[in-house]
């Protein structure tokens, strides 16, 4: 169950577009439409913005979109905004019947 | 609205026992699986453990398998994490989340509760 690999940390400036890498292996992120990523502002409840890969929960912003190629899923927030500020996870469901969690990034927004 | 209230957390010395409990309300709770999800200090999130609706299944990380078990009881629309033999990296603040039904994913958390093992 080794944890899914993700930039460290990201940033960009208010209305540009970043995009959150998040790779994995064919049993996790490859295998499996069962992506999911959250926003976790510190202290606060995480907060599920995309699951099934590229589907939005109500009330989300359209701002967020997530894809995969292969083994590697990504995230992309459009139009920064400052309260997008926080740290980003995604995370597969895997071959073991076990999720896995990436090691979360930070997005600065400068 | 749904709302997930985890309690139980607290400091315990290695090798003890705790147990959390994670009540549910806003929702029908027996339609839904549920999680625990812990973030260490200055780490990042780690599934822990898993059960479906009717608590037939349950699933476990590696790290905790064997010490930690997952259950529920829909009459009081809470589930539970009995955790044994505590070590030192199970200090983390410990988050139950709702299930998105047929998702693979958690729509919904708690604030989490905060577990410190230390002598």
């Known amino acids: 169950q080794s944890a899914l690999t993700q930039p460290a940390s990201v940033s960009g400036s208010p209305g540009q577009s970043i995009t959150i890498s998040c790779t994995g292996t064919?049993?996790?992120?490859?295998?499996?439409?069962?992506v999911s990523w959250y926003q976790h502002h510190p202290d606060k409840a995480p907060k599920l913005i995309i699951y099934?890969?590229?589907n939005r929960p109500s009330g989300v912003s359209n701002r967020f979109s997530g894809s995969k190629s292969g083994n590697t899923a990504s995230l992309t927030i459009s139009g920064l905004q400052a309260e997008d500020e926080a740290d980003y996870y995604c995370?597969?469901?895997?071959?073991?019947?076990?999720?896995?969690f990436g090691g979360g990034t930070k997005l600065t927004v400068l | 609205q749904v709302q997930l209230v985890e309690s139980g957390g607290g400091v315990v010395q290695p090798g003890r026992s705790l147990r959390l409990s994670c009540t549910a309300s806003g929702f029908t709770f027996n339609s839904h699986a549920m999680h625990w999800v812990r973030q260490a200090p200055g780490k990042g999130l780690e599934w822990v453990t898993f059960?479906?609706?009717?608590?037939?299944?349950?699933f476990y990380a590696d790290s905790v398998k064997g010490r930690f078990t997952i259950s529920r009881d829909n009459s009081k629309n809470t589930i539970y994490l009995q955790m044994n033999r505590l070590r030192d990296d199970d200090t983390a603040v410990y988050y139950c989340?709702?299930?998105?039904?047929?998702?693979?994913?958690?729509?919904?958390w708690g604030q989490g509760t905060r577990v410190t093992v230390s002598s």
């Open positions: 099934e890969v590229t």
């Open positions: 059960i479906s609706h009717d608590a037939k299944y349950t």
């Open positions: 989340a709702r299930d998105l039904t047929d998702r693979y994913s958690c729509d919904y």
């Open positions: 064919s049993s996790d992120v490859g295998g499996y439409n069962y």
């Open positions: 995370n597969s469901y895997t071959s073991s019947t076990t999720w896995v």
